[in-house]
């Protein structure tokens, strides 16, 4: 059938998510948990994919704590990386210790973030409330008086127009959301892109997962039990001259900064098996319109420097929680509360991002522009290892962020009576 002549689905809420990574997951779990009915629009059919981020910040951690899922999220797998560091050249380098931070966890867990979301979603799907709609992707905004009013998604069989008093834009860094809405996005530029690829891990090979630097190359390594997810960094841009080198001059730069691998680059067939994820780092200058608030890579496109885009995204939904959910039960969202949203989080935004570009220019782009091995560790790494109280500082920075969010919604499970007005909200038509 022609999508023009899909059937029209018509559902209403009090807030539409578009998108279903962390931020919106995450938005979804705490405004359905605190009784606001919510629908996400998530596009993909699952949230099984590889390029995604696998970190979980000691400061989100520390959220499932509060939210009373700690324990349960813990029986998951993943790793416990309490110390952060690289191997540059032949020296191993701890530049983060966690074991000071005053949080329950005092390591950063390491899971792929499709277990992280389908246990979010898990859990959020105990409340009525919580409504996630896979396969439907988010087209266009309906726009009334000056107002967004909600979404027009496309499914395998209709068209969902979804109408609701807030809708979060959290659509990810390419956000079809903000180029809707026109919001203007500022550029800071980023010199690097990142090659995503799978190679086998054998039982002898180090577990740590780790930033490799040599002689000019950079990979990182994730351990993913029977498999390594790999990224390796080049300049913006450098892909073509890279395959115009050839697969096997290729696989030899891999080799040549992890030679454990070598014997497994038979597995990189074709290019087909090397996936390019482009880098941006840029923010809206403004989050929100009436009716309409961005949060996560959809506000703020980060580098995936330091890891700590995820653990941002997910500080942005606990914040736009706590600001907007009793407005959101009374149906009244106010511009000054999405205002107040972006005002909360612009800050921790802008620094992340400031050491993010700073760690591009000073750090990223000359390992990169180098031919030869790095005969000196850079001061600022030597520092770190002469002084270890010092690696407290990153730990941090990486660990917390600028300023950590702490839930403050109720659990509507807990509360005897749920808000008038805000029940039975879904309602379909032809
Ligand atoms: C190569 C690379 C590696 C990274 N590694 C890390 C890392 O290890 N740790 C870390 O913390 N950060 C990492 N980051 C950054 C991190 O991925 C992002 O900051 C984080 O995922 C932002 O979360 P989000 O929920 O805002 O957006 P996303 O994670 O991008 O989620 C957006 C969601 O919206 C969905 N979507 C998109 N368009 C539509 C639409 N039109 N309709 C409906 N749904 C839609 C997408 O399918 C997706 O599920 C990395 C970034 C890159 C580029």
């Known amino acids: 059938?022609?999508?023009?002549?899909?059937?029209?689905?018509?559902?209403?809420?009090?807030?539409?998510?578009?998108?279903?990574?962390?931020?919106?997951?995450?938005?979804?779990?705490?405004?359905?948990?605190?009784?606001?009915?919510?629908?996400?629009?998530?596009?993909?059919?699952?949230?099984?994919?590889?390029?995604?981020?696998?970190?979980?910040?000691?400061?989100?951690?520390?959220?499932?704590?509060?939210?009373?899922?700690?324990?349960?999220?813990?029986?998951?797998?993943?790793?416990?990386?309490?110390?952060?560091?690289?191997?540059?050249?032949?020296?191993?380098?701890?530049?983060?210790?966690?074991?000071?931070?005053?949080?329950?966890?005092?390591?950063?867990?390491?899971?792929?973030?499709?277990?992280?979301?389908?246990?979010?979603?898990?859990?959020?799907?105990?409340?009525?409330?919580?409504?996630?709609?896979?396969?439907?992707?988010?087209?266009?905004?309906?726009?009334?008086?000056?107002?967004?009013?909600?979404?027009?998604?496309?499914?395998?069989?209709?068209?969902?127009?979804?109408?609701?008093?807030?809708?979060?834009?959290?659509?990810?860094?390419?956000?079809?959301?903000?180029?809707?809405?026109?919001?203007?996005?500022?550029?800071?530029?980023?010199?690097?892109?990142?090659?995503?690829?799978?190679?086998?891990?054998?039982?002898?090979?180090p577990d740590q997962t780790l930033g490799r630097f040599r002689a000019g190359k950079i990979l990182v390594m994730l351990n993913r039990g029977d498999y390594w997810q790999c990224a390796y960094v080049i300049q913006k841009g450098g892909l073509e001259e890279i395959r115009q080198k050839g697969l096997v001059a290729f696989r030899e730069d891999i080799a040549g900064v992890a030679p454990f691998l070598r014997g497994r680059m038979g597995e990189l067939k074709d290019w087909n098996d090397i996936k390019l994820l482009t880098v941006a780092v840029d923010r809206l200058r403004q989050w929100w319109r009436s009716g309409l608030l961005c949060l996560g890579d959809s506000a703020h496109a980060m580098s995936p420097v330091g890891g700590v885009g995820i653990n941002l995204a997910i500080q942005d939904a606990v914040a736009a929680a706590n600001i907007l959910t009793e407005s959101l039960l009374r149906g009244t969202v106010r511009d000054e509360q999405l205002r107040g949203v972006q005002e909360r989080r612009e800050y921790p935004t802008r620094m992340t991002q400031r050491f993010q570009v700073f760690a591009h220019k000073h750090l990223l782009r000359p390992v990169l522009s180098q031919k030869s091995q790095i005969r000196r560790l850079p001061l600022g790494f030597r520092l770190l290892q002469l002084f270890p109280t010092l690696r407290r500082i990153p730990a941090r920075l990486l660990g917390l962020g600028f300023r950590p969010e702490h839930v403050r919604t109720g659990d509507t499970r807990s509360q005897i009576s749920t808000m008038k007005g805000n029940v039975g909200m879904q309602e379909r038509g032809g």
Not at 92 to 116: G, N, Y
Not at 126 to 153: D, K
């Open 1 to 205: 059938m022609e999508q023009a002549n899909f059937p029209v689905e018509k559902v209403n809420t009090r807030c539409c998510v578009a998108g279903g990574g962390p931020a919106g997951m995450i938005a979804g779990f705490l405004l359905a948990r605190a009784g606001v009915d919510v629908v996400v629009l998530e596009k993909h059919a699952d949230f099984l994919r590889d390029f995604r981020g696998d970190t979980i910040h000691p400061s989100t951690l520390e959220l499932m704590y509060e939210l009373g899922i700690l324990d349960e999220f813990l029986r998951r797998p993943h790793q416990q990386l309490p110390q952060v560091g690289g191997q540059i050249e032949d020296v191993t380098v701890i530049v983060a210790d966690f074991s000071h931070l005053p949080t329950h966890c005092k390591f950063i867990a390491l899971m792929p973030q499709w277990e992280f979301l389908n246990f979010i979603a898990e859990k959020a799907k105990a409340y009525s409330q919580f409504h996630l709609r896979m396969e439907s992707e988010v087209t266009e905004l309906i726009e009334e008086n000056g107002r967004i009013v909600g979404v027009r998604a496309k499914t395998s069989q209709s068209i969902l127009e979804v109408r609701a008093d807030l809708t979060l834009g959290t659509d990810g860094r390419h956000s079809v959301v903000r180029a809707k809405a026109g919001l203007e996005v500022v550029d800071l530029g980023a010199p690097i892109d990142v090659l995503w690829m799978r190679l086998t891990r054998e039982p002898s090979d």
